[in-house]
């Protein structure tokens, strides 16, 4: 397994790194892995020498890759120097908060012969669908929306909308190629969306190779599509389920009821997300 941290340093800089390797310590993955910092956007000397010593902590191989793309750009760039037959993809805010993370990932994808698992998958689609339950008012103003943007929704289906969210996913590496070399690096933040849930997006990309979307919680479940809701891992009650944390999750965690509610909301309707079955 190659776990890919982009480790970028303009955003989210050299606190977001440390918060990383201080969570990987306290959280061992427990499954073989070679852990790769994609190091970008690092201007800062003395900075970019801090992320080589953190690097060292953690046994990590520093990879440099161009300040472009987002992250996707990073994790294609870094596929040539990858040899493993696994990835794992986590972005400058992912922080394993579960023992064994990795090795949950991996008992799931690998034990259902599935190719891909992830800590968290959303419902969510920025393309507005008809709800008899909206008002009036709510349906004109959505359909404005719908016009107005039609030329970057049409790129996504209409809720719901399954995807595996693109931090904290572990796939085969002979997918994520295939995937890759059939793509471009975004140059615009809504082509990053694209490819982590529109219609040529991974997750679509991944059922069409005969894939199943699985999320993985903390207590080592396995969670089908329609049961994502109830996972408790994202935008679901505490989230106390949840294997990774990155900063959507945390978001969530600190909001307020009445905001949590909107979230949880975008991400799987009108859906009760207070427990399990």
């Not at 933040?189 to 982590?196: C, N, Q, R």
């Not at 997006?201 to 199943?212: D, E, I, K, P, Y």
């Not at 089908?224 to 949840?242: C, G």
Request: hydrophobic share 40%.
């Amino acid at each position: 397994m190659a776990v890919l941290y982009v480790a970028r340093g303009a955003d989210a800089g050299l606190s977001a790194a440390k918060a990383f390797v201080k969570a990987w310590l306290e959280y061992p993955p427990e499954h073989r892995h070679q852990l790769f910092f994609l190091a970008k956007a690092w201007t800062d000397a003395e900075e970019r020498e801090e992320l080589n010593a953190l690097s060292k902590i953690c046994d990590a191989i520093v990879l440099d890759v161009k300040d472009d793309g987002f992250d996707w750009g990073a994790y294609f760039q870094a596929l040539p120097s990858v040899k493993t037959a696994w990835v794992c993809l986590m972005n400058s805010h992912s922080r394993p908060i579960n023992h064994g993370w990795l090795a949950k990932l991996m008992t799931v994808a690998c034990g259902s012969g599935n190719g891909i698992a992830g800590a968290t998958g959303s419902w969510e689609s920025p393309r507005w669908s008809y709800s008899r339950r909206e008002s009036k008012l709510t349906t004109v103003w959505n359909v404005i929306r719908f016009i107005k943007n039609y030329s970057l929704w049409r790129h996504f289906t209409p809720f719901p909308n399954p995807h595996l969210r693109s931090t904290g996913l572990v796939m085969k590496r002979e997918l994520f190629e295939l995937f890759a070399t059939a793509r471009r690096a975004p140059s615009a933040k809504y082509e990053a969306y694209i490819l982590e849930s529109g219609c040529e997006g991974l997750s679509r990309f991944a059922v069409q190779m005969g894939c199943r979307l699985i999320v993985v919680g903390s207590d080592g479940g396995a969670y089908e599509v329609a049961d994502w809701p109830i996972s408790l891992t994202f935008r679901s009650n505490d989230q106390q389920n949840l294997l990774i944390s990155d900063n959507r999750t945390r978001d969530y965690f600190a909001a307020s009821v009445g905001v949590r509610e909107v979230l949880a909301r975008f991400a799987w309707g009108r859906q009760d997300t207070s427990k399990k079955k």
